[in-house]
């Protein structure tokens, strides 16, 4: 199974900004795809929720000095 979820992504400011949370987003357990789009501050994220979840993806962007809330 597999889930969606669109984040505000906060603090980007360079193409190497969206990039870097963008690879981060990729990386993470139970991610398929991951989107992000500097200029509209939004990252899409599709994922395995038995692996990982809208909260642990929020904390792995802060975790590198993003910020990240849920867009609806
Ligand atoms: Mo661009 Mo983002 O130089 O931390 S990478 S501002």
């Not at 139970?30 to 990982?52: I, K, S, Y």
Request: with cysteine; proline share 3%; glycine share 6%.
């Amino acid at each position: 199974t597999s889930s969606m979820e669109t984040f505000v992504i906060t603090g980007m400011t360079c193409a190497n900004c969206s990039a870097r949370v963008e690879k981060e987003l990729n990386h993470q357990p139970g991610v398929t795809t991951a989107n992000v789009n500097l200029a509209t501050e939004r990252a899409t994220v599709q994922f395995d929720p038995a692996t990982t979840s809208a909260d642990d993806l929020m904390q792995s962007v802060q975790k590198i000095g993003y910020g990240a809330l849920l867009y609806d």
